[in-house]
């Protein structure tokens, strides 16, 4: 069983930055892709980043050149480091363990965290 806890979100003001983090629990984050997902009220849950096991990353048009993920596998930890907010970053954020093996398929989802800009 993995447990995923994510810490860092709150309020910002437009233009400035927040660094998201993810624990993980487990043995298995090393070889597992990770990624950042948001949901803003009364839309679907959306891919913000995403990191490959082999430290890969792709992003959402929308963050772009503004957002950077990162992974500590030491640490077991992923990192969303947010720069130029918008107020359109609004949302909650989750973190996502995705792993494929030849016997299993495992997929987490943290609790989610709140991000808010605002002036």
């Known amino acids: 069983q993995v447990q995923l806890v994510e810490s860092g979100g709150g309020l910002v003001q437009p233009g400035g930055s927040l660094r998201l983090s993810c624990a993980a629990s487990?043995?298995?984050?090393?070889?597992?892709?990770m990624g950042w997902y948001r949901q803003a009220p009364g839309k679907q849950r959306e891919l913000v980043a995403h990191?490959?096991?082999?430290?890969?990353?792709n992003y959402a048009d929308s963050v772009k050149g503004r957002f950077t993920i990162s992974r500590d596998n030491a640490k077991n930890t992923v990192y969303l480091q947010m720069s130029s907010l918008k107020p359109e970053d609004t949302a909650v954020y989750f973190c996502?363990?995705?792993?494929?093996?030849?016997?299993?398929?495992?997929?987490?989802w943290g609790q989610g965290t709140q991000v808010t800009v605002s002036s």
């Open positions: 996502n363990l995705d792993l494929t093996t030849t016997t299993r398929e495992y997929r987490y």
């Open positions: 487990g043995s298995i984050f090393s070889i597992s892709a």
């Open positions: 990191i490959t096991s082999g430290r890969s990353t």
